[in-house]
């Protein structure tokens, strides 16, 4: 199984960015599919999840990041706009079944004030 995360960078506060996870070797359907992060010398924390059609985000989050799915290509996004100087960390998607937890590379968002 590999989780390929793409689409971070340096933005300026107020600005957007996508990240794209890319997906294969599972049966993407079955999955939780979500985005984690980890701000430098803070604990990795849950920011938004899709499971078929049902979303579930962090309530700092809500109303300015979108997950969204695409089957076909086996990838997850994360739009994230009006992007603060707080959102900056490193992004994680992750698949989750019952038995299995799968963890993408990550990919550094760094929001500048």
């Known amino acids: 199984v590999q989780l390929q995360a793409s689409g971070g960078g340096l933005v300026q506060a107020g600005g957007s960015l996508r990240l794209s996870c890319a997906a294969s070797?599972?049966?993407?359907?079955?999955?939780?599919l979500g985005w984690f992060r980890q701000a430098p010398g803070k604990e990795r924390e849950f920011v938004a999840a899709?499971?078929?059609?049902?979303?579930y985000y962090e309530d700092s989050v809500k109303g300015r990041f979108s997950i969204s799915r695409d089957d076909a290509k086996n990838t997850i996004y994360l739009q994230m706009n009006s992007l603060k100087s707080e959102d900056t960390a490193v992004y994680y998607c992750?698949?989750?079944?019952?038995?299995?937890?799968?963890w993408g590379q990550g990919t550094l968002v760094t929001v500048s004030s």
């Open positions: 992750n698949a989750r079944s019952r038995s299995t937890n799968y």
């Open positions: 070797g599972l049966t993407f359907n079955s999955y939780a």
């Open positions: 899709i499971k078929w059609s049902v979303v």
